[in-house]
């Protein structure tokens, strides 16, 4: 089946640094990328869209300044989290989808730990 | 935009038990896929059902797009089916974004 690698699995660091998790596709073209944030004991929460040389789509309340995304080919999507604070503490977990009605491939996510 | 809950919210289950987990939608949709998040946080995509019935192993799902709701079926469970369970649509006014229900957690005892 469709693999999708996400990286790093776990990060801590101080406020105010930058992270970037990224997020490929093995062995299929991800045409579109997803990035969803889960606080715990709640559900994935999409963050924004990207697609593959577009600029991403952010959901409403998501600040793009804050969280960029770069979708520079078609199996490698990164979400860098900018001058993190600890509110910015989650799990990240991206998803990769094909052309036509695909199923998405997820990720295993990100534990994100800002100090 | 649309709404997806999942019920029941929790669910406690002896080993061996069967038990059936429902999602409704408000509105159409066309895509559907059940997914089992383990407790490291790994989505495992159980199936991807849009309409109509599929097996797999111990777990089936059954959509009834007309209807909107889905339900997966777990029989003879086992403590290794803990976790959350979460079923996710496309709808015809998302684009292809997928939007996530409320989750159902299960703990299987022994």
């Known amino acids: 089946g469709a693999v999708v690698s996400q990286h790093p699995s776990w990060v801590i660091c101080k406020s105010g640094t930058s992270v970037k998790i990224e997020c490929r596709s093995l062995d299929f073209q991800a045409t579109t990328m997803f990035w969803y944030r889960q606080f715990p004991k709640q559900s994935l929460m999409l963050m924004a869209t990207s697609n593959e040389g577009s600029k991403a789509t952010y959901e409403q309340g998501v600040e793009k300044d804050k969280f960029l995304i770069n979708h520079a080919s078609l199996t490698l999507s990164t979400l860098t989290v900018t001058s993190a604070h600890p509110e910015d503490s989650s799990f990240y977990i991206c998803?990769?989808?094909?052309?036509?009605?695909?199923?998405?491939?997820f990720g295993d996510g990100t534990r994100l730990s800002i100090l | 935009g649309i709404q997806v809950e999942q019920s029941p919210p929790d669910l406690i289950l002896q080993e061996g038990a069967n038990s059936t987990l429902r999602c409704n939608f408000s509105?159409?949709?066309?895509?559907l896929q059940w997914f089992h998040q383990n407790p490291w946080g790994q989505l495992i995509n159980l199936f991807y059902i849009p309409s109509g019935t599929k097996q797999n192993g111990r777990l089936s799902a059954t959509t009834v797009a007309t209807e909107r709701y889905s339900l997966l079926y777990i029989s003879s469970s086992q403590t290794t089916d803990s976790g959350v369970y979460f079923c996710a649509v496309r709808w015809a006014g998302g684009g292809n974004k997928l939007t996530f229900g409320t989750g159902t957690q299960l703990k299987v005892e022994l």
């Open positions: 998803s990769a989808t094909g052309t036509g009605n695909q199923p998405q491939h």
């Open positions: 509105d159409s949709v066309n895509n």
